[in-house]
């Protein structure tokens, strides 16, 4: 018998990491042993992409953050840069009150594309203070690799889609 257990948090970020279950009778291809192997990929690709204080690093970014705020269009756009928060968990992404004000004034699902192709359908939230998005944008950082000091333009193409370019 095989079962999947999801943990939300209170903001619907999944949590990935919440507890882990094992069994006496494991097969050896078991989903812990997977996870594991998961983390260790994670820690070792987190060590070799961590922004490191070395120059090269420092000109990478610097590079990635110089063609992110060269990008130009007609439509309502933003250049974030990933931080932490972002690709971690919880995982969430706080839009600039700026851009905010083209998206709708309460919570929604949200399309993210990006050129190379692929969907995602995120969460959108809406307060006075806060917006953002939530539940989807774990798929969506985990999926296209993002980083800590990558650069994301984000580019309204209709009311709900979004189009995101990254900067690495």
Request: net charge positive; proline share 5%.
């Amino acid at each position: 018998m095989n079962f999947t257990v999801r943990i939300f948090d209170t903001r619907a970020c999944w949590d990935e990491h919440a507890f882990i279950v094992t069994s006496s009778q494991e097969p050896p291809n078991s989903l812990a042993s997977n996870w594991f192997e998961q983390q260790n990929n994670k820690t070792t690709r987190d060590k070799a992409s961590s922004p490191n204080p070395d120059k090269s690093s420092e000109s990478v970014r610097a590079i990635a953050r110089g063609k992110a705020y060269a990008f130009h269009s007609h439509k309502p756009y933003f250049v974030a840069e990933i931080k932490a928060s972002n690709v971690g968990m919880p995982c969430c992404f706080h839009i600039k009150r700026s851009f905010a004000k083209y998206l709708p004034k309460h919570q929604e699902q949200i399309v993210l594309r990006v050129p190379e192709g692929g969907r995602w359908e995120v969460n959108y939230y809406y307060t006075e203070r806060n917006k953002g998005l939530y539940g989807g944008w774990s798929a969506f950082s985990r999926d296209n690799n993002l980083i800590e000091g990558d650069y994301c333009v984000f580019e309204l193409v209709n009311e709900l889609e979004m189009m995101v370019y990254i900067f690495r």
